[in-house]
């Protein structure tokens, strides 16, 4: 079975400041990659997705995040945030045969005016 | 468009009594995922529905069952309610790897 493991718990940042968040998963086989975001209030957005090809992949909101298969990561970045950035943001994976997702535990990101 | 609908917004059950959650897909999508969002514990896979058939199934006991109509809508049911049973229950839908996500039953069980 799938795990995935993000690094952080609960970042604070100011704005303008830049964000990285991390996630590893475990599995070895192709897999599909995804950041999913909620705000306070809202359901779960789709940030990000990855495939395959460029392992640079950009979202909405300025997001972009960067697969790594030797280091079965795929972290997400942003240059420089904004207070509407604060949210919880997940990691998922899915196989490229079963698409039921497995999601890392989150991280909250709570950014200062 | 109109996105992934659940209802209800809020189910108040007792421990042992029957609860049944309703999911809308996008249209034009045919899988319908759901999903238990409890605290401390994340988000976890329950079912997959794709075409009217159970492709794949959570961690989770028999109690847990549900299904796919015709117009690909679906329904979660929960028997034997227990009191680790109160959670977000979301429903997302897809037509192929990526997900889209409804904003979610919330389930207490007194």
């Known amino acids: 079975a799938q795990s995935v493991s993000q690094h952080n718990h609960h970042v604070i940042l100011s704005e303008a400041a830049s964000l990285e968040l991390g996630c590893n998963y475990s599995y070895g086989g192709t897999v599909n990659l995804f950041w999913y975001v909620q705000y306070p209030g809202q359901h779960l957005q789709l940030l990000l997705k990855?495939?395959?090809?460029?392992?640079l992949v950009k979202g909405i909101k300025g997001f972009e995040a960067e697969f790594i298969k030797s280091k079965f990561s795929f972290n997400l970045r942003k240059p420089s945030v904004q207070w509407s950035d604060t949210a919880e943001y997940f990691c998922a994976v899915n196989e490229s045969d079963d698409y039921k997702l497995s999601f890392g535990a989150g991280t909250t990101v709570t950014v200062r005016a | 468009e109109a996105g992934v609908t659940q209802s209800p917004t809020h189910l108040i059950k007792t421990r042992g009594q029957q609860a049944t959650l309703r999911c809308s897909p996008i249209?034009?999508?045919?899988?319908v995922y759901w999903y238990q969002q409890a605290l401390g514990l994340g988000l976890q896979f329950l079912l997959w529905?794709?075409?009217?058939?159970?492709?794949n199934r959570g961690n989770f006991p028999p109690r847990f069952s549900g299904r796919q109509f015709p117009n690909y809508s679906s329904e979660l049911n929960v028997n034997a309610l227990e009191l680790e049973d109160s959670a977000l229950y979301l429903c997302?839908?897809?037509?192929?790897?990526?997900?889209?996500f409804g904003p979610g039953t919330r389930l207490t069980v007194t």
């Open positions: 249209s034009g999508h045919t899988s």
């Open positions: 990855y495939f395959s090809g460029d392992p």
């Open positions: 529905y794709d075409e009217g058939e159970e492709r």
């Open positions: 997302a839908s897809s037509l192929r790897a990526e997900q889209y």
